[in-house]
């Protein structure tokens, strides 16, 4: 097929409700190329970052209970309502895991970089939309087949609930952008086991599953979370991700690269795996105005108050700051700053509110990977033509959890890339970005 027929195909296959409300994507006319060694590499992740939950799942309970130091839940606990803080700690939930785990993969010049963990990820619909499209191409190479396989991503999803009579798909107002996609989702797996409910449905039975689409900050306006979050701790609901906001918080990777810590680190995970993350993940620093003592300076930073982050040259800046989690402004591009893409005003604006919002709303401070320069494409139906461009990419891999207890193994269904033009600075997702699937 010539890549004109190739987007005219992909976008023909698009639900008539669409997978986004009210966004659009550059469309490519083949799947992102990633190499063997790379496809691999992600691959294999699933299983490092399933350890990582259980690791972090460990660490806060342990601190909870006095077995650990305790500003490690202090830190975790920080801005959550009691009521929440009480079910997160409940014998109910003590083990469960999220069962999606989905990182952001910047590529870098020097590979990969994960960026933060996403336990209740948007893109699943869009995602195994897009690996059953492009594998349906007239005419698509067989040996370069999408990572996952045309229906991973749905098969992988379906696996999280287990043997479940019913699975509904809560998805809240705030998260009514996703509603189409999960609606696609559904629909693909049959609509006599799975249906998408709003946050008002309240007819749930034993032995059913939900699929909680919503953040925790958002509670207050899911009337029925309480509902679901009652059924799951008395086992008359199979519910996930838990109610569990330590999932939720980009402060997880400060907390691996904190000293005090290694040695827990080192037990849970292994040499093997703390060094594989510890390549992965940008240093990341929580940013706690709790004053030094005279002698004593931040790692790697050298500044022995944050008030000297203010004072860094936009040279010295290559640093994001961002909410760290349980906010409005935790997820997509709202909240993040980039040092070295700021003046001098508007940074120390940045530093002031996270220093301000600690004890509410903490923020974390990462070094920025600067994204490489990648070659990709998209079909322009104005111009009629393949336009070549140089980007930026990020990966979000799904991997689902199936299994309980020890035995749970993530199955990696799908990698979704989205590639910016070269001139954005930070990867997410955009009108002016390509959306494909990726192969090996």
């Not at 559904?186 to 799975?194: E, S, T, V």
Request: some cysteine.
């Amino acid at each position: 097929m010539s890549p004109q027929d190739s987007v005219n195909f992909i976008r023909a296959q698009m639900p008539p409700g669409g997978l986004f409300a009210g966004l659009d994507w550059k469309t490519s006319p083949t799947p992102f190329p990633l190499g063997e060694n790379l496809a691999q590499e992600i691959t294999a992740l699933g299983r490092v970052l399933l350890q990582f939950y259980r690791a972090v799942n460990l660490l806060y309970r342990k601190s909870a209970e006095g077995r650990q130091p305790a500003w490690i839940a202090r830190w975790l606990d920080l801005g959550k309502p009691a009521d929440l803080i009480a079910r997160q700690r409940s014998a109910a939930f003590k083990n469960d895991l999220p069962r999606v785990i989905r990182p952001d993969l910047l590529l870098t010049e020097n590979g990969l970089a994960i960026t933060e963990l996403d336990s209740v990820p948007g893109g699943i619909g869009l995602t195994a939309w897009l690996n059953r499209t492009y594998s349906a191409l007239p005419g698509a190479p067989a040996p370069q087949p999408v990572l996952g396989g045309a229906d991973g991503m749905l098969q992988g999803f379906a696996s999280i609930f287990g043997d479940a009579r019913r699975v509904h798909l809560v998805v809240s107002e705030e998260a009514a952008t996703y509603r189409p996609e999960m609606a696609w989702v559904a629909a693909q797996l049959g609509a006599d086991r799975f249906q998408v409910r709003d946050a008002t449905f309240t007819d749930f039975q034993a032995d059913d599953a939900v699929y909680r689409f919503f953040e925790l900050f958002d509670l207050a306006n899911v009337p029925n979370s309480g509902q679901i979050f009652d059924l799951a701790a008395e086992k008359r609901l199979r519910l996930t991700p838990p109610p569990k906001p330590v999932f939720e918080e980009k402060m997880l990777f400060a907390l691996l690269w904190n000293r005090n810590l290694q040695e827990f680190w080192r037990q849970e995970l292994g040499e093997g795996f703390l060094k594989q993350l510890k390549k992965l993940t940008p240093y990341t620093w929580l940013v706690d105005p709790a004053p030094l003592p005279p002698h004593a300076a931040i790692p790697e930073l050298n500044l022995t108050d944050w008030q000297q982050l203010k004072t860094l040259s936009q040279r010295d800046r290559d640093l994001i700051l961002k909410v760290s989690g349980f906010s409005e402004n935790a997820w997509g591009a709202r909240g993040v700053y980039l040092g070295s893409d700021l003046s001098q005003a508007d940074w120390s604006a940045a530093v002031d509110a996270a220093l301000r919002t600690f004890a509410t709303s903490p923020s974390v401070l990462q070094r920025f990977h600067k994204p490489a320069l990648v070659d990709a494409s998209w079909f322009d139906p104005a111009a009629q033509a393949v336009v070549p461009i140089k980007g930026r990419a990020r990966l979000c891999p799904y991997y689902f959890v199936a299994g309980e207890g020890d035995s749970a193994r993530p199955q990696l269904g799908g990698v979704l890339a989205t590639i910016v033009p070269a001139d954005k600075k930070i990867v997410h997702g955009m009108t002016d970005a390509i959306l494909a699937p990726c192969s090996a």
